[in-house]
């Protein structure tokens, strides 16, 4: 298992912060009813809070801050729109 050790911020006295990812059950599996995507979104959404919530009060804020920038570059190309003349219309 691949561990990353980080500062946590506690003013003068900096410690390490401890926030362990370990392998769990895995994604469920839902039957395909009529509500399977909004179980997946939900299971999806809380598992997301959770780590956020770790990062936020284990994190010093500038790492957060930077942490927060880098993932959104990862994923710009997800919010880019097109312009009128890039549609082709």
Do not use: H, W
């Not at 599996?29 to 009060?57: P, T, V």
Request: hydrophobic share 45%; net charge neutral; with cysteine.
């Amino acid at each position: 298992m691949k561990r990353i050790i980080l500062v946590m911020a506690d003013g003068d006295k900096a410690q390490p912060a401890t926030i362990e990812i370990v392998k769990g059950a895995g994604i469920p599996q839902f039957l395909a009813d009529e509500n399977f995507e909004a179980k997946y979104a939900i299971f999806y959404r809380n598992q997301a809070q959770s780590l956020a919530d770790a990062l936020r009060f284990s994190l010093p804020g500038g790492t957060l801050d930077a942490l927060t920038c880098i993932l959104m570059q990862r994923r710009a190309s997800l919010f880019r729109v097109p312009l009128y003349e890039e549609v082709g219309t």
